[in-house]
């Protein structure tokens, strides 16, 4: 089965930190670019950070700039997001997806099921 589980969700305090881990399963992450996700109650999923497949290259937001950091060891079939300095809106659901890389953005293709981060403030 083809999949993607993110992990390391929960719940911390402003000014915090968290790392979410997404697994595949059944596939292999090397070819495919990796973007991290989220979307909090009645608002739309945005991008917080992508990452190229080949040469490491990363975007993120204005918004998590500096304070996120996305990585990948393919060796693992994972992608981390470590998420430091965290703030109240930031809590949402965050996923993961395979995604196809635009001109200043990524595009989710394949998503996992999603991890609830909560920031208390």
């Known amino acids: 089965q083809v999949q993607l589980v993110e992990s390391g969700g929960g719940l911390v305090q402003a000014g915090g930190s968290l790392r979410l881990s997404c697994v595949a399963s059944g596939f292999t992450l090397d070819p495919f670019a990796i973007g991290w996700f989220r979307q909090s109650r009645g608002t739309g999923r945005e991008g917080v950070s992508c990452i190229s497949n080949s040469n490491g290259t990363t975007w993120y937001p204005d918004s998590v700039k500096g304070r996120f950091t996305i990585s990948r060891v393919n060796a693992k079939n994972t992608v981390y997001l470590q998420m430091d300095s965290l703030k109240p809106e930031d809590t949402a659901v965050y996923y993961c997806?395979?995604?196809?890389?635009?001109?200043?953005?990524?595009?989710?293709?394949?998503w996992g099921q999603g991890t609830q981060v909560t920031v208390s403030s």
């Open positions: 997806a395979t995604v196809l890389l635009g001109e200043g953005n990524c595009i989710g293709v394949h």
